[in-house]
């Protein structure tokens, strides 16, 4: 599965965002997907996931309650919502598609976009 994000930009601290993953290739209904994040000099982040069946979400503690996960199968992508934005979530945003026990581990997930960038000002 190919996947690309969209949806990064700079916005004010406490603003919002959506980041889409559009996905081709292969159905995500096929796989747990999930949201992953870096910032500069720091190692790649879980950020949130959700089950192939969208019946199961997992968030980092640092996101819990301002961000969301949520797929539309029918049209083969996953979004990101996030709210209440601060200045520690600037970091390159991944989406990533992974077996349907992926955990919250990068290496789980075999299917990488090639990130978008979010950028929040203070």
């Known amino acids: 599965v190919q996947l690309v994000e969209s949806g990064g930009g700079l916005v004010q601290a406490g603003g919002s965002l959506r980041l889409s993953c559009a996905a081709s290739g292969r159905t995500i209904s096929r796989y747990t997907m999930g949201w992953f994040r870096q910032a500069p000099g720091k190692e790649r982040e879980f950020v949130a996931r959700?089950?192939?069946?969208?019946?199961?979400?997992d968030y980092a503690d640092s996101v819990k309650g301002r961000f969301t996960i949520s797929r539309d199968n029918a049209k083969n992508t996953m979004y990101l919502q996030m709210n209440n934005l601060k200045p520690e979530d600037t970091a390159v945003y991944y989406c990533a598609a992974g077996p349907p026990l992926a955990s919250s581990i990068a290496g789980d997930f075999g299917s990488w976009g090639q990130g978008t960038q979010v950028t929040v000002s203070s």
């Open positions: 959700m089950t192939l069946s969208g019946g199961s979400t």
